[in-house]
Every structure is written in C-alpha cells, then in structure tokens.
C-alpha cells in the first residue's frame, strides 16, 4: 500500500491563478480530508467526503472546491489563488468519519502564493 | 467554533529530560488524540483517549483523558534528540465529528 499519496510536494503561484492539489488513497477509505497548516493554528478542517459522490464543508471552505468522483481520489481546487491561501495542504483518510485511530495523513503540499 | 488551547507553544530540552504538555478547551470532548508531526511529513497519531480518567502509554510517552473532560496531557519520558517535533492534540467536534486540532506544542531536544 502506497497510503496517502499528495502531488505536487510544492508549489509556487501567482494571485489569481488556478491549480488542483491531488490527493489519493489505496486503503478503500470512505472518509478523507483536506486541511490546511498555518504557523501556530494547528490544522483547519477545508473540506471532506464522507464516500463517493459525497462532500461537505469544513471549518475554512472558502476559495476551495472539491470533488469525489471516486473512492480514490480527492483533489483540492483553488480557482482563484489568493495570498491568504499561502500553507500548507494535508490530505487525510480513513474508514469512517469516527476512525480516529486508523487516520492517515498525507505527506503535504507546500504552496505559496505571490 | 470549538477551540483547543495547547501550552507550552514551544520547549527547549536537554536529552534526557521528561517533557509535560497540556491541551484545554472550553468544551466537552469525548475524545482526546495526540498527533506528532516531523519536519515535512504529515501528523501521525500517537496515543486516542476514550474515557475520562484513562491513563494510555505508547512507550516512552503517557497521555491522559481530564476527568472534567476539558483537557488532556501528553508526557514524554527521558527525551531523546528524534522527540524533536510538533505535538498536537485533537477531538472531534460533537456534531459531526470532525477533528479540531490544537495550535501544538513544538519540542526542540539538545543532545
């Protein structure tokens, strides 16, 4: 098992541009995740997915779109790169919402925003 | 929203030293997670506390449920330089049950 794969590793952009952070998961999870790290704030929920087909906003939803066209698969979309959205984006999965021992975290994406 | 407050922010130990950290909230959790981050990977878990009271040890490291539910503590024992890292502590909200995470507590270990 590859667990939580995260690409790009990190990621430069200019304010106004758009890009997708990728997210994927070979463990058959239900649930994932996306949050994002900031100095001193700990991690703040974006958005998740509860299965297929299924997302929800988190604490931080604004500026972010997601999707969940398959298990797998759970990419982040900034539409219009803002330097408040400078962090960094952690993916995380697992069976279920409630499956706080069996989380896994992906490695992260670095982005800035100019 | 929920809000979990971690202290110290940050410690500087010498090697061999025990290490205590705190986590408190206004709130009820039910459950209490602590979580060690390494430069440039993603938080891995390191102790889940279920019951009030309970009292868990994964090694060198002993996290404990407040009774008033309100706050958790994390101990490390007889540190050694790969404790350096990010601690944090999290619980999920109690509708919904999502994880809030705590600002964290970064270790720094002399040798």
């Known amino acids: 098992n590859a667990g939580v794969t995260q690409t790009p590793k990190f990621q430069v952009l200019k304010t106004g541009q758009s890009m997708t952070l990728q997210c994927a998961q070979d463990m058959n999870h239900e649930y994932m995740s996306w949050y994002r790290q900031d100095p001193g704030m700990g991690l703040r929920l974006i958005h998740y997915s509860v299965g297929a087909g299924i997302t929800d906003q988190g604490e931080v939803p604004n500026g972010y779109n997601v999707s969940r066209s398959t298990t797998e698969d759970f990419p982040l979309r900034l539409l219009s790169a803002a330097p408040s959205q400078t962090s960094v984006y952690f993916c995380?999965?697992?069976?279920?919402?409630?499956?706080?021992?069996?989380?896994?975290f992906g490695p992260g994406t670095r982005l800035t925003v100019l | 929203g929920q809000q979990l407050n971690q202290s110290p922010q940050s410690m500087f130990i010498q090697e061999g030293e025990d290490v205590s950290m705190n986590c408190t909230s206004s709130?009820?959790?039910?459950?209490w997670l602590w979580y060690k981050q390494e430069p440039g990977e993603g938080p891995v878990l390191l102790i889940a506390l279920y019951k009030a009271g309970e009292l868990t040890s994964n090694g060198r490291l002993t996290a404990q449920f407040g009774i008033t539910r309100k706050d958790s503590f994390l101990n490390i024992s007889a540190s050694i330089p790969s404790d350096v890292g990010i601690y944090f502590c999290?619980?999920?909200?109690?509708?919904?049950?999502?994880?809030?995470f705590g600002g964290g507590t970064r270790l720094m270990v002399k040798p």
């Open positions: 995380a999965s697992s069976y279920q919402i409630t499956s706080y021992n069996e989380q896994f």
């Open positions: 999290a619980g999920p909200h109690n509708a919904g049950n999502m994880l809030t």
């Open positions: 709130s009820i959790f039910n459950t």
